[in-house]
Nanobody, 125 residues
Framework: QVQLVESGGGLVQPGGSLRLSCAAS????????MGWHRQAPGKQRELVAT???????NYADSVKGRFTISRDNAKNTVYLQMNAVKPEDTAVYYC???????????????????WGQGTQVTVSS
């Protein structure tokens, strides 16, 4: 099993900054893509940003230039640096990761796709 644990959410004023982190743990063999999604009240969950093992990134248009996704492969951790936040950034933020893991032993591996529990980000003055 692979679990994702998030931290860093909270209350922040418009124009401020916040840094989210999400660490993967378990019998991990490799991690491919890691990313962040968010869901605001009454809205569908939307992609915020993704990053591949090689460092290629993809951002939603609404956060380009303000948010930065990064990862530490040695720590199996993905980060989301949120700058110049706006009230419309208020949402529950979820991290996700996919890759391969060892179900029983290192002789065999299988694919995984896991999600974090979500962390609340509230932008308000």
């Amino acid at each position: 099993q692979v679990q994702l644990v998030e931290s860093g959410g909270g209350l922040v004023q418009p124009g401020g900054s916040l840094r989210l982190s999400c660490a993967a743990s378990g019998r991990i063999r490799s991690i491919n893509t890691m990313g962040w999604h968010r869901q605001a009240p009454g809205k569908q969950r939307e992609l915020v940003a993704t990053i591949t093992t090689g460092g290629s990134t993809n951002y939603a248009d609404s956060v380009k230039g303000r948010f930065t996704i990064s990862r530490d492969n040695a720590k199996n951790t993905v980060y989301l640096q949120m700058n110049a936040v706006k009230p419309e950034d208020t949402a529950v933020y979820y991290c996700n990761a996919d890759g391969t893991y060892y179900p029983r032993s290192t002789y065999y591996f299988a694919d995984f796709a896991s999600w974090g529990q979500g962390t609340q980000v509230t932008v308000s003055s």
